[in-house]
């Protein structure tokens, strides 16, 4: 007969801890689980994701309920335990009313409720932590709220729909995760920090002030050195808080995220050893041999953690010990380092970031002006702490480095700015099966081989689907890279993750460097000099639209660079016709110009006419040898409707009919179309200008959407989409003028262009860099590259053509041809 385990928590600790068991020995134990929250089990790490609304809740759930129910585990939800009877070997519990706090001291009110008992033969308690909550008066009253779950998040969403300014209690990681989430909610954020810099658990004095400066310049503002005393409210909600010091800060709602305290009330009732935490001996054992514990809720040697590695080593040791694996296998403690990104803001912080031992090495070096900041520590030749922020290329190599305690190289210079000759400071190769790559998913070596022998995943993104490796934080890629490379002597890299085209080995900063510093001005020069051999048709393409981008005057253009659409400006269909798609400026046309379109259409024997989504008219079934003629009678320029480029702007009538108009949508939209016409990007680009928030133009959902608002202003959106991704655009700025709308608009445009990757939409690419670091970027000029963006945007925009005019003068024999005349000149050709 099966021994019964009782699970409490339904944690990232709890479940993972049920993932090793039935790893090792699936059929030991029947498993019993308890849950306070109504879900299955969801990464926590992710909720930041879920408050700023660019995950949605049951994309970061790990284990959906339909695994419990696969893998025979009884799962009580929605049920909080309140202690362990261990005389009786029970554990009891009760089942949360609707609108109870999972995590709170109390046991619920046991009214017309039954406690829920399960006899058990060993108890795994993981509990985990609950936000600390300072003593602040008033903190309970409406419009205040802990960050600490999926129904905080929703909780939060729902009440900031009718705030303007939110204020965040504490400036740590999670602190910080708050106020991002919130500010994409169209709020004024403030951070309130006791401690006189931001993340003091990670960052020193030095680091934690321009931290402080990237944060403002993304328009978060930040309090340090301020305690809060007293939460006032007004009519029953949340008003203003008030400082120690008599400052007060006017606010509608108030997210508290001061750190985290263990739960320890289900140990403490059953009469188990606790400190700060459940005290464990180094088999994760507590005072009574058939109760174990681990994560959050655990003080190992007198310490407690709050990262995730610690917590996958003290499963991992556990599960040997409970399945017999290894039953003098110990958990000694963790080493701890974190790679991840603030706001945008990339930091990797390991080990101690001070020391006061004058036989330590202090390596800094410091680029206020670009945010950058490193600092290492070296005690006895090996890293004792490390900080980078800013700028974490080497931070892979770092952290490898500090977690096997490594000896280091003698040029110290090389730890930081990497070695001249390009060689790795770090080999994960030589490490034994059993150390741990990933922190992040507790994957060691030996589970990389083994996907790599018995899967045959042979690229780092196969490795991660299949183990979850590199799927965090992705400091330990270059391991998993080196691990690869060991076992099959070449690693398979995703060119679509690495390089902005399959046949050029570089990502895209690298290429454009050498591009502009070799002044390379065709496909086919960069490909003879960069590439690789390879002209696959996504490499010459994507080639030719970053070097348009690059030299919109001095482009060499070489069109079989290209696929045929842009060869002949129209959209080949499936029969081998095409489709002709004129210019229709913020879909306002005349007469006239419908009356040339209906003429064309009949006289070109047009097999549909079609109006687009994006307020053209598309005249679809046209020969090929028939386009030059269809353009010239039709007498309008070119839609570019077949293309990676700028479509079409959107628009309603605005003010000039519409009763409920705030804004002359027309004419905006005609200058905004007029302006970026023709030129080309990472993939297409559609845009709309509505005259008010009831947006009959789908301004919301377009790669840049502007929206007319009261007081004569305009609201510009980035990154929208209504495809087969449905997403609403991150507000940009709001602005009072429609030179303003062409300036920011302008500056979004050409930063997607040089940065985004190839066949990147805007949405992607939006949700890659963050809005935060965007509004830093584009409205406050953080990196001074502002003027700049607005030069090269120029020079695109004087350098436009319209391609529909090599009607009258082809760029190539035969451009035009149609199929039959070809087949005569390649047999003529053939024959001599």
């Known amino acids: 007969m099966k021994k019964r385990l009782v699970v409490v928590g339904n944690g990232m600790a709890g479940a993972r801890m049920v993932e090793e068991i039935l790893k090792r020995k699936r059929d030991i134990y029947e498993i019993v689980m308890f849950g306070a929250e109504p879900y299955g089990n969801y990464n926590r790490i992710l909720l930041s994701n879920v408050l700023n609304q660019s995950q949605a809740p049951d994309e970061i759930f790990l284990n959906p309920l339909d695994w419990y129910i696969e893998n025979k585990i009884t799962l009580h939800t929605g049920v909080k335990v309140t202690h362990i009877d261990r005389k009786e070997k029970k554990v009891y519990a009760l089942k949360l009313a609707e609108g109870d706090v999972p995590y709170t001291t109390g046991i619920p009110e046991e009214a017309d409720t039954d406690f829920i008992s399960v006899p058990y033969d060993e108890v795994i308690i993981a509990t985990g932590a609950r936000p600390f909550v300072p003593r602040i008066k008033g903190s309970d009253f409406p419009g205040t709220f802990l960050f ?15 705030c303007e300014k939110a204020v965040v209690i504490g400036g740590g990681l999670l602190g910080l995760e708050a106020a ?47 305690m809060t005393s007293q939460i006032v409210q007004k009519r029953g909600k949340v008003s203003r808080v008030v400082f120690s010091d008599g400052g007060v800060l006017d606010t509608d709602l108030v997210v508290i995220s001061a750190g985290i305290v263990p739960i320890t009330e289900v140990a403490q009732r059953s009469g188990l050893k606790v400190n700060h935490g459940i005290l464990c001996d180094d088999q994760m054992r507590t005072n009574d041999p058939d109760i174990y514990a681990v994560g959050e809720c655990v003080e190992h040697r007198g310490v407690t953690y709050g990262l995730v590695d610690p917590i996958w080593q003290q499963v991992n040791v556990l599960a040997d010990v409970l399945c017999g694996v290894n039953i003098d296998a110990v958990y000694t403690g963790s080493i701890t380092g974190t790679k991840l990104k603030v706001m945008g803001v990339d930091l990797a912080s390991m080990g101690e970031k001070e020391t006061e031992d004058i036989d330590d090495e202090i390596l800094i070096y410091r680029d206020p002006n670009r945010g950058i900041y490193k600092k290492l520590i070296v005690r006895n030749n090996k890293i004792h702490g490390a900080i980078l922020l800013g700028d974490v290329d080497l931070s892979d190599g770092l952290m490898q480095l500090f977690m096997n305690e490594k000896t280091l190289p003698e040029n110290r210079a090389e730890i930081l700015f990497g070695a001249v000759e390009g060689t790795s400071l770090f080999d994960a190769s ?71 085209v399959p046949g050029v080995p570089l990502e895209k900063s690298q290429l454009v460097r050498e591009i502009r510093s070799q002044k390379l001005k065709s496909v086919s020069k960069v490909l003879a000099i960069l590439g690789e051999g390879m002209e696959d048709p996504t490499t010459k393409t994507g080639l030719a639209s970053l070097l348009k981008t690059l030299w919109p005057k001095m482009y060499e253009d070489q069109r079989d660079a290209r696929f045929i659409n842009d060869r002949v400006h129209a959209n080949i269909q499936k029969d081998g016709t095409f489709s002709v798609i004129p210019r229709i400026v913020a879909g306002v046309t005349t007469p006239e110009a419908l009356l040339r379109i209906a003429q064309a259409a009949v006289k070109y024997k047009a097999k549909m006419i079609k109006f687009t989504g994006g307020q053209r008219i598309d005249l679809l079934g046209i020969k090929k040898e028939d386009l030059p003629a269809i353009w010239k009678d039709i007498g309008l320029p070119s839609g570019h409707g077949y293309t990676k480029a700028f479509r079409t702007v959107k628009s309603c009538v605005g003010t000039d009919f519409c009763r409920f108009g705030l804004g ?44 007319a608002i009261e007081g004569g202003k305009w609201e510009i959106y980035i990154g929208g989409a209504a495809g087969a991704t449905i997403r609403k655009g991150d507000l940009l700025c709001t602005v ?17 262009r040089e940065h985004a990757k190839y066949l990147e939409r805007t949405y992607g690419f939006v949700e890659r860099i963050g809005i935060d670091l965007l509004k830093g970027i584009l409205i406050d000029d953080s990196l001074g590259i502002c003027a700049n963006l607005e030069e090269k945007m120029q020079e695109a925009v004087d350098a436009y053509q319209d391609p529909w005019k090599e009607a009258e003068d082809p760029v190539y024999p035969f451009q035009f041809e149609g199929p039959k005349l070809i087949e005569v000149l390649e047999k003529a050709e053939n024959n001599g």
């Open 180 to 226: 991002r989430g919130l500010m994409t909610h169209d709020l004024e954020v403030s951070v309130v920090e006791a401690a006189d810099q931001l993340m003091p658990s990670q960052l020193d004095t030095e680091a934690g002030r321009i931290l402080e400066r990237a944060m403002g310049a993304m328009g978060l503002r930040v309090l340090t050195k301020t």
């Open 736 to 752: 009072g003028s429609h030179e303003d709308v062409l300036k920011y608009t302008s500056r979004f445009f050409e930063y997607y």
């Open 664 to 707: 002359n949508s027309i004419s905006l939209a005609e200058q905004v179309e007029l302006r970026f016409q023709g030129i080309e990007a990472p993939h297409k680009v559609k845009m709309a200008v509505t005259g008010c928030p009831r947006n009959c133009a789908e301004a919301y959902v377009k790669d840049i959407g502007v929206v």
């Open 148 to 162: 600490r779950t999926i129904d905080d998040c929703d909780l939060i969403a729902e009440y900031a729909k009718n």
């Open 430 to 500: 030589d490490l034994p099966n059993s150390a741990q790559i990933c922190n992040c998913n507790g994957v060691c070596k030996g589970d990389i081989i083994a996907a790599i022998e018995n899967k045959n995943c042979s690229s780092v993104a196969a490795i991660g689907t299949e183990t979850k490796a590199g799927q965090g934080c992705g400091s330990c890629r270059g391991a998993i890279a080196q691990i690869i490379s060991s076992v099959v002597g070449e690693v398979a890299y995703d060119a679509s993750e690495h390089y902005y």
